[in-house]
């Protein structure tokens, strides 16, 4: 028999209770207990518990637990309903300062009620204290993202790798996990015998003199050219691979320069867009790759294949497809230099977690190497690769996204043309004449970056996406441009009290918050699930739910300052009362706010 599991330790005392708090977390905690003395004999069962939805007929939370439960029971030969269970379970939950109210609804729905005391006590320590992330158990988490190709172009696949890399990385370190960003650039193979051949006949010192090749893609372009057409030229061109593998001083330097001017290329477009990555391109595992072919060869995972040497997930049943460890002509792929990196990422940086951020084609890559990583006793049972997958980027047109003339969008030219359209937008709605130059700029940028990133992580991931600058640029609806008016507006309710963030401090010490009025109480609420919403995406990856979160936020405000005066003033426009706990409340939605846009990695503005 299983060992009983451990009873959560539940919360008794509001005073107890942290910034950080989950409500969720917690409702599945009393829910645990409650199920599991209600029904002892059942082993792991459901613990389901949602939000309510719009109506508050039906609570806050839900907990939807009993339709399974009776399920089970009914498998057992008990003979029970979902209504009778739902009794049973309500007279087993623990009292919780958590919980105003529980009660028996429809075919046995339990409707929980917050207790508003616990909400306000919450919101006060994140205005006092600030927020904090919800406690975790800190892992090492591997997130390879980005990852373009030297000599190739960046494409707009590649912007979507980098958006959503940075964002997960961004939301596992505030949850203070040990994140390790690598750009795992294309920057080894064979092209690159071509490409140092070709730079030997076309500028015989680049030794001593840098190449001026300004343009990479054309450079590839002129040497692939010459590597199909010219049989003499191809011969060399494997020379020098051989020459490059064996770290031949010469060819090393020629392939530093190679990579040196795409690296340069590739720095424009991070800077722009404030992303922190550490190189370790594929040349990096060069010695491990030869290891690890050695590792898997000597203990009999790989097979010999028309002079090729393959590796199956599963050599009995020969699903799916196998990798290619060595081809027939002694060199390695893309396969051997993925198992190798998966290797160094277990045994050298002894990762936890290995996030691979890629769009869904290469998913039968990753499903492929975790089966022979797991196979090869690389990767432990419990350990599992990560691929998180994302669409094509489609043009207005819903086709594949070009420029006019039908060439493939050059990233840098994509981020100049937000920049520039982010420019007009906020000229057309006369902030130019409002802003100081210097604010303008910030405030240009900010749209620019942020409506690029925004429309990308906004959408479910793994859907094509619609890449149009008048859509995200739209100040309507679920876009950067609104969320950021919709912050600049809140923070300046407070300038026009001019109320200091003393004086509220002093307020929220003395009195605290009071959710008095209906759409006070329902702004509350939303602003405590942060801690929900964020360890929901760490598990799941899924950037669009704390978008989505976001907005809810930002309407739920908005509901709130319609109806609800925050300073009133009379005919003359004298302010005659302050209402402390609402610019509380403004302070502490600006804030979440604020954080959740730093976790896009979107930058604010505190004037647009
Ligand atoms: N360089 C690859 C590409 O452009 C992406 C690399 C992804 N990471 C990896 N470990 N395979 O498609």
């Known amino acids: 028999k299983k060992e009983p599991r451990k009873r959560p330790s539940l919360i008794t005392d509001i005073n107890s209770v942290e910034s950080n708090f989950c409500i969720l977390e917690e409702l599945k905690n009393i829910f645990e207990v409650a199920i599991g003395s209600a029904y002892p004999d059942l082993e792991d069962p459901p613990i389901i518990i949602t939000l309510s939805g719009n109506n508050p007929k039906f609570g806050d939370y839900q907990c939807n637990s009993s339709m399974a439960i009776a399920q089970l029971l009914k498998a057992k030969n008990v003979k029970t309903n979902p209504r009778e269970v739902a009794n049973n379970i309500l007279n087993k939950t623990p009292t919780s300062p958590l919980i105003e109210k529980i009660e028996v609804a429809g075919a046995g729905f339990l409707n929980i009620y917050l207790n508003k005391s616990l909400?306000?006590?919450?919101?006060?320590?994140?205005?006092?204290?600030?927020?904090?992330?919800?406690?975790?158990?800190?892992?090492?988490?591997?997130?390879?993202?980005?990852?373009?190709?030297?000599?190739?172009?960046?494409?707009?696949?590649?912007?979507?790798?980098?958006?959503?890399?940075?964002?997960?990385?961004?939301?596992?370190?505030?949850?203070?996990?040990?994140?390790?960003?690598?750009?795992?650039?294309?920057?080894?193979?064979?092209?690159?015998?071509?490409?140092?051949?070709?730079?030997?006949?076309?500028?015989?010192?680049?030794?001593?003199?840098?190449?001026?090749?300004?343009?990479?893609?054309?450079?590839?372009?002129?040497?692939?050219?010459?590597?199909?057409?010219?049989?003499?030229?191809?011969?060399?061109?494997?020379?020098?691979?051989?020459?490059?593998?064996?770290?031949?001083?010469?060819?090393?330097?020629?392939?530093?320069?190679?990579?040196?001017?795409?690296?340069?290329?590739?720095?424009?477009?991070?800077?722009?867009?404030?992303?922190?990555?550490?190189?370790?391109?594929?040349?990096?595992?060069?010695?491990?790759?030869?290891?690890?072919?050695?590792?898997?060869?000597e203990n009999g995972y790989l097979e010999e294949d028309e002079g090729r040497y393959i590796m199956w997930g599963n050599p009995d049943t020969h699903e799916g497809i196998?990798?290619?460890?060595?081809?027939?002509?002694?060199?390695?792929?893309?396969?051997?230099?993925?198992?190798?990196?998966?290797?160094?990422?277990?045994?050298?940086?002894?990762?936890?977690?290995?996030?691979y951020v890629t769009d869904a084609g290469q998913?039968?890559?990753?499903?492929?190497?975790?089966?022979?990583?797991?196979?090869?006793?690389?990767?432990?049972?419990?350990?599992?690769?990560?691929?998180?997958?994302?669409?094509?980027?489609?043009?207005?047109?819903?086709?594949?996204?070009?420029?006019?003339?039908?060439?493939?969008?050059?990233?840098?030219?994509?981020?100049?043309?937000?920049?520039k359209r982010s420019l007009e937008k906020l000229v057309e709605k006369g902030r130019d004449k409002v802003l100081n130059p210097e604010e303008l700029e910030k405030a240009q940028k900010a749209v620019a970056y942020g409506c690029i990133k925004y429309a990308d992580l906004s959408h479910n991931r793994v859907n094509d996406y619609v890449f149009s600058f008048d859509k995200m640029l739209d100040d309507k609806g679920n876009t950067a441009v609104y969320l950021l008016y919709a912050l600049t507006r809140i923070r300046s309710i407070a300038r026009t009290a001019q109320i200091s963030e003393e004086a509220l401090l002093a307020e929220a010490k003395k009195t605290g918050f009071k959710l008095t009025h209906e759409a006070e109480w329902k702004l509350g609420k939303v602003l405590l699930r942060l801690p929900e919403v964020i360890l929901k995406v760490a598990n799941d990856l899924y950037l669009h739910s704390l978008c989505e979160y976001l907005y809810e936020i930002s309407s739920a405000f908005t509901e709130f300052y319609d109806k609800c005066y925050c300073v009133e003033k009379d005919k003359d426009g004298k302010i005659v009362k302050i209402y402390y706990e609402r610019l509380m409340l403004c302070e502490v939605t600006a804030r979440l706010m604020e954080k959740c846009l730093d976790i896009l990695g979107i930058k604010t503005v505190s004037k647009m």
């Open 322 to 355: 196998p990798l290619t460890i060595v081809k027939s002509d002694g060199g390695y792929t893309y396969d051997t230099s993925d198992m190798a990196t998966i290797r160094q990422r277990v045994e050298e940086e002894k990762g936890d977690r290995f996030i």
């Open 119 to 297: 909400v306000e006590h919450v919101l006060n320590s994140i205005f006092r204290f600030g927020i904090k992330p919800p406690p975790v158990k800190r892992e090492r988490v591997i997130v390879d993202f980005s990852s373009p190709n030297i000599a190739k172009e960046m494409h707009v696949g590649h912007l979507r790798s980098t958006i959503i890399g940075d964002s997960i990385c961004r939301l596992l370190e505030f949850l203070e996990h040990d994140v390790l960003r690598i750009n795992h650039l294309g920057d080894w193979g064979t092209q690159f015998g071509m490409l140092i051949a070709h730079l030997q006949d076309k500028f015989p010192n680049y030794k001593t003199h840098s190449p001026p090749i300004s343009d990479l893609q054309a450079f590839y372009k002129e040497s692939k050219k010459r590597f199909d057409e010219d049989e003499v030229f191809k011969k060399r061109a494997y020379a020098c691979v051989v020459k490059l593998q064996s770290g031949d001083p010469d060819y090393i330097a020629a392939w530093k320069k190679i990579c040196e001017v795409s690296r340069l290329e590739f720095q424009k477009i991070y800077d722009h867009l404030d992303i922190k990555i550490i190189d370790r391109g594929e040349s990096f595992y060069q010695d491990r790759m030869v290891a690890t072919v050695k590792y898997l060869k």
């Open 363 to 419: 998913h039968t890559h990753f499903v492929t190497i975790e089966a022979c990583a797991k196979r090869a006793g690389i990767l432990k049972p419990h350990q599992k690769v990560e691929n998180v997958v994302f669409g094509v980027v489609l043009g207005e047109d819903k086709k594949k996204f070009k420029t006019r003339s039908g060439d493939t969008i050059k990233l840098i030219d994509l981020i100049e043309e937000g920049l």
